[in-house]
């Protein structure tokens, strides 16, 4: 499947912390995309960028839900891009992360390669504030116990190969895993991007606010 980037309109927090809806996909204006601002205890800031159902998901190949037709290398195009203010709305970081790569490293052999590499990038700023990152995909193809040293570990009923098809669910419109499975860590059908930023980054401002400048991600499902 092709896949098409999309600019959003603005989608601003203020002040330090909170929720803000809104459709960051131009080719489905019926779905709500969320993104979250939390200042954690010890001053970093943690931004989550949550994609609707109704666009994006984790479900594809054989097991596309909702009319998606994704396949699993399509993830690898994606990526969503950030800028991120200081309490004076001066930006601070300007950044994409990648939503999946390719990367030997990990249990499944794929990753989020954040700005560091896939499609992210560093656009302006000091990239060593970027403490942390993750999407939700690469979770579940490597922190649910799924893949170990690159290979897939899981057998039984309902298994399939993770890396062409998304676990089964009851019927195509429905994101409950049929059972019996060997899912047994669940399976996080939302997309989503997360990102912790250092205190530092801010100055003695702090975190003012985050815009979510674009979005390339797959076509809207239907």
Known sequence: ?????????????????????????????????????????????????????NANDNSYGENAVGGSKRKFKDYRADNAEFVITNGNAQTVLHFRLDYLSADPGAPSGYDSLGPDGGDGQIISGDGAHI??????????LNER????SGV????????????????????????????????????EFASYYRVTVSSAAFGPSGFGGVLVASLRSGKCKG
Do not use: H, R
């Open 1 to 53: 499947m092709k896949t098409t980037a999309f600019v959003t309109v603005a989608l601003l927090l203020m002040p330090l912390t909170g929720t803000a809806e809104q459709s960051l996909n131009a080719a489905c204006p019926n779905s709500i995309d969320t993104i979250v601002a939390k200042q954690n205890a010890d001053g970093t800031t943690t931004v989550t960028l949550i994609l609707s159902l």
């Open 131 to 140: 403490l942390s990152w993750s999407t939700s995909l690469a979770e579940n």
């Open 145 to 148: 116990g799924y893949f170990a």
């Open 152 to 187: 897939q570990t899981t057998s039984g009923p309902n298994n399939v190969n993770l890396l062409n098809d998304s676990p089964p669910t009851v019927n195509e419109s429905d994101y409950t895993l049929a059972t019996p499975n060997p899912w047994a860590s669940g399976w």
